[in-house]
């Protein structure tokens, strides 16, 4: 286990043990993503290219006879954040509103499966929110493992990341698609995850930027980010109208001709669609191919096509994006939902210094805050977490 990943586990363990007096049942984490390419495609069945962080959200649990569903969460600065008790029984979409919502919303779901006690649970993590790494999907990913591990009921993955979606999508009412909880449940270290989201179709392929002396930089812009402010839901909206001129199930059976025969206001969102799966595509024949510096122009690519085609960037990650093309990164991207969040750079080892420097210069110059950068490397996905007190 990484030492993020076991500090983030006792962490939650310690605060369990403080809150309830004894040691939890268990403790499971999940991870946060970068998405390498493939950006607002997974709700049109297209393809995706993410790798989990090594920042996770662990949830330590134990079952509660009951039926009460107990949250806490545990803050940088240790400090414990308590959820109002909920009834598993009771649970229904509205009935719990905030960041309680989306534990209570996995609990809503797999309650639907045979899951029906009540359980404490206690998140410790280090998956920056609202940074669009997917802290929410993490915590989601984590609180799901552990209630089924208390339950005893077998995992399957891609099952669980549907019902993850459900918890999202009806009772936390963000309309997303399946990258994310996909990538925090079935990436793996040092591979990114090609997921073709129509079959399901998943592919571990490799990925080490660093032995070709380059890095993933993550820079979150600090701009915030949700996909519950309704422009994520509006872009859905729209390709799914389009989608439904064409004739298609979705924009994935979609070709360049399609995107020409669409009304103008359309025309961009499918544009960008059927262009950037087809990015994903070449990205995987280039890292079969053993390359990794021809990925740059790619990332550069769809992050343009973000940006002026679907219209989901915003000026700081503009203003990072360009930064870091021009202190020497061979590409860039915002990644996920957009309107805030982060981006990332593809950036050689030896230009990480001034790549950085040039970013937060960029927002000096403009009275930002500055931004966080790090450099990612593919991570493990989500799973028990076994330590042992030596
Ligand atoms: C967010 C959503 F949660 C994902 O489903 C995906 O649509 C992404 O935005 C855009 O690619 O992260």
């Given at each position: 286990m990484s030492l993020g990943r076991e500090k983030q586990a006792r962490r939650a363990a310690a605060a369990f043990g403080r809150l309830h007096g004894a040691a939890p049942r268990g403790v499971w984490s999940a991870p946060g993503r970068v998405n390498l390419i493939g950006e607002h495609t997974d709700y049109n069945d297209g393809f995706v290219l993410p790798f989990a962080l090594p920042n996770r959200t662990a949830v330590a649990a134990s079952p509660r006879a009951d039926g009460l569903l107990t949250v806490a969460t545990l803050g940088d600065d240790g400090g414990v954040q308590r959820a109002e008790p909920v009834e598993v029984a009771a649970?229904?979409?509205?009935?719990v509103t905030g960041w309680a919502a989306y534990p209570a919303g996995v609990a809503w779901v797999l309650r639907g499966h045979g899951v029906t006690s009540g359980a404490d649970l206690v998140i410790a993590g280090?998956?920056?929110?609202?940074?669009?790494?997917?802290s929410s999907h993490a915590l989601e990913c984590a609180v799901a493992l552990a209630l089924l591990g208390l339950a005893g009921v077998p995992e399957d993955r891609p099952e669980i990341a549907r019902w993850v979606q459900r918890a999202e999508n009806d009772f936390v009412g963000a309309p997303t698609g399946l990258l994310d909880q996909t990538a925090s449940l079935l990436c793996t270290e040092a591979h990114v995850l090609f997921l073709d989201v129509r079959s399901g179709k998943a592919e571990q392929v490799p990925f080490d930027a660093a032995a070709s002396g380059l890095e993933v930089l993550v820079i979150d812009t600090r701009a915030h980010h949700s996909n519950l402010d309704g422009g994520y839901g509006a872009r859905r909206a729209g390709c799914e109208e389009a989608a439904a001129l064409l004739g298609v199930?979705?924009?994935?059976?979609?070709?360049p001709a399609d995107?020409?025969?669409?009304p103008d206001r359309l025309k961009p969102l499918a544009r960008h669609v059927v262009a950037e799966n087809e990015r994903v595509l070449r990205s995987v024949d280039v890292l079969r191919a053993g390359?990794?510096?021809?990925?740059g122009p790619l990332l550069t690519a769809s992050h343009e096509s973000l940006r002026?085609?679907?219209?989901?960037?915003?000026p700081e990650l503009d203003v990072a994006v360009d930064a870091a093309l021009a202190a020497g990164a061979l590409g860039a991207r915002m990644v996920g939902g957009g309107f805030g969040g982060s981006a990332i750079a593809l950036t050689p080892v030896e230009r990480h210094d001034e790549v950085v420097r040039t970013v937060l210069a960029a927002y000096a110059r403009r009275g930002w805050t500055a931004p966080r950068t790090f450099p990612a490397v593919p991570s493990a996905g989500a799973g028990r977490d076994d330590f042992t007190d030596e």
């Open positions: 649970l229904e979409p509205g009935a280090d998956v920056p929110a609202g940074a669009g790494l997917s199930p979705a924009l994935r059976d979609a070709g995107v020409d025969r669409l390359g990794m510096a021809e990925l002026d085609d679907y219209r989901v960037s915003c």
